[in-house]
Nanobody, 125 residues
C-alpha cells in the first residue's frame, strides 16, 4: 500500500509562485510513475504533469508547460510541483498520484492506483 501526502498549497496573487510537495510512504520512485492532477469546482480532474519511474522524465499539460516543473528528492521520498507565474485559472485542489504500470504521461486519472488527499491552491487576481 502506497500512501501519499500533499502539502504546500495556499493563497497567492497572480504572477506568484508556490511549491507543492508529495511525500510518499517509502521508496517508490523506482517502481511507480508519479502524476500531478488538479480539480477545480464543477470541473473534472485534469492532468497537470507527470514523472516516469527510475529516470524521471517529465511531461506537462500544455496549459502549464513552461510555468510548472516537477522534480523529486529520492532521499526524502518526495516529489515536488514548482508552480510559477500562477494565474487565477490555476485555482484548484491539487493531487499527486502513483501508478505502477505507467510512464508518467497518462492523463486519465483512472489509470493511477494511489492518490493523496489533495491540497488547495487559490490564485487571486
Amino acid at each position: 500500500q502506497v500512501q501519499l501526502v500533499e502539502s504546500g498549497g495556499g493563497l497567492v496573487q497572480a504572477g506568484g509562485s508556490l511549491r507543492l510537495s508529495c511525500a510518499a510512504s517509502g521508496r517508490i520512485f523506482d517502481n511507480y510513475a508519479m502524476g500531478w492532477f488538479r480539480q477545480a469546482p464543477g470541473k473534472e480532474r485534469e492532468f497537470v504533469g507527470g514523472m516516469s519511474r527510475i529516470v524521471g522524465y517529465t511531461y506537462y499539460a500544455d496549459s502549464v508547460n513552461g510555468r510548472f516543473t516537477i522534480s523529486r528528492d529520492n532521499a526524502k521520498n518526495t516529489v515536488y510541483l514548482q508552480m510559477n507565474s500562477l494565474k487565477p485559472e490555476d485555482t484548484a485542489v491539487y493531487y499527486c498520484a502513483a501508478d505502477r504500470r505507467g510512464s508518467g504521461r497518462q492523463v486519465d486519472p483512472s489509470e493511477y492506483e494511489y492518490w493523496g488527499q489533495g491540497t488547495q491552491v487559490t490564485v487571486s487576481s
